[in-house]
């Protein structure tokens, strides 16, 4: 192997998904994610189950991980690790991991800022997609997050727009729960919208200022619907379920698109990529694919595996930390809220 050769392993811990993947010169050469199944029966992610399952995981992962890339862990030349932000206990997993690890190897130690990582997915050396260039729009959406961010460098990002309440997979998680569908309900909110009527029903868009979201009122407004109507038709949510998880889809993208439109306006930056958890969704995906041909504009999707959370995602944000020598102190913590 030739001197070279920059290979980063990089964990990522931050929810309910224990990930490690290894990166050779910005080409991944394995990316391992374990799910927890374990949360499915409370309808949402339990912090303390989650840290657990980390616990459990996280040696046959990297393991995993390791193996795949068909490399010795002595060839190594950092490992990258998510710092935050995230849930504490799942974070602490990872971050003392990566710690243990990076010095039992005597390598650098690079923390990551797992939102910033969504971002810089898009530069993951892959065939048939392209890179955006700087400086780009970005739009981070998942379960935790929903941000404008604009991007001049690797890691010149400024947030310009931000969810003042819940994020967008929350609204959408939340109104799946309302009609009884299980956790996590957006990909069923997205699978039975598309055979659904997107105006079949009309829902509240929220008056929020400059580039800023809200979902709350969204999702008290779904709540307060599907009462009203299951009083007078107890079996109005399976009788309508497709038209109801249509109309839902069609209001939440509005919102976002909306936002995005008035930021590709006020930047004058008419490239946009998307990352995040939610950026999975086919309506959120379709919806970019029209404003590029109705707008202009340039969009990025990421290959559909580094759009839930995942390591190779850790790995390149790494990879770039690494060629500036930006490491990180042994001394490093764990950090449940992480700005840019």
Request: proline share 4%; with cysteine.
């Amino acid at each position: 192997m030739t001197q070279q050769n920059i290979y980063i392993l990089a964990i990522e811990s931050s929810c309910d998904d224990t990930a490690a993947a290894v990166l050779c010169n910005g080409k991944i050469l394995s990316n391992i994610v374990a799910t927890q199944e374990v949360h499915q029966q409370y309808g949402g992610v339990v912090p303390e189950l989650a840290s657990r399952a980390h616990q459990q995981n996280i040696v046959p992962v990297i393991h995993q991980a390791i193996v795949k890339a068909n490399i010795d862990k002595k060839h190594l030349s950092a490992i990258a690790f998510t710092r935050g932000p995230g849930l504490m206990g799942s974070l602490l997993v990872g971050t003392s991991f990566a710690k243990s690890l990076a010095m039992g190897l005597d390598i650098p130690l690079i923390e990551i800022n797992h939102m910033q990582a969504h971002i810089l997915a898009h530069f993951i050396e892959e065939e048939g997609f392209e890179k955006p260039k700087f400086p780009f729009l970005a739009l981070t959406i998942s379960g935790g997050h929903t941000q404008i961010v604009k991007v001049s460098d690797y890691f010149k990002m400024e947030v310009i727009g931000q969810t003042t309440d819940d994020a967008v997979g929350e609204a959408f998680d939340k109104s799946a729960k309302i009609m009884g569908l299980p956790y996590p309900g957006g990909p069923l909110i997205d699978k039975y919208a598309r055979e659904g009527n997107p105006k079949a029903f009309q829902f509240p868009k929220p008056k929020v200022a400059g580039l800023d979201f809200s979902f709350s009122g969204l999702k008290t407004a779904i709540l307060y619907f599907i009462q009203k109507q299951k009083k007078e038709n107890p079996d109005f949510v399976e009788e309508n379920l497709k038209d109801i998880c249509a109309s839902i889809q069609y209001t939440i993208i509005a919102i976002l698109m909306d936002k995005l439109k008035k930021a590709v306006k006020e930047t004058g930056i008419r490239q946009v990529a998307i990352g995040g958890g939610v950026s999975a969704n086919s309506g959120i995906r379709n919806a970019l694919k029209e404003a590029e041909k109705k707008h202009g504009w340039k969009c990025f999707i990421p290959k559909f595996e580094y759009t839930t959370d995942n390591a190779a995602m850790i790995a390149i944000a790494g990879h770039y930390k690494f060629l500036k020598k930006d490491f990180s102190d042994f001394s490093t913590t764990a950090q449940a809220r992480y700005k840019f």
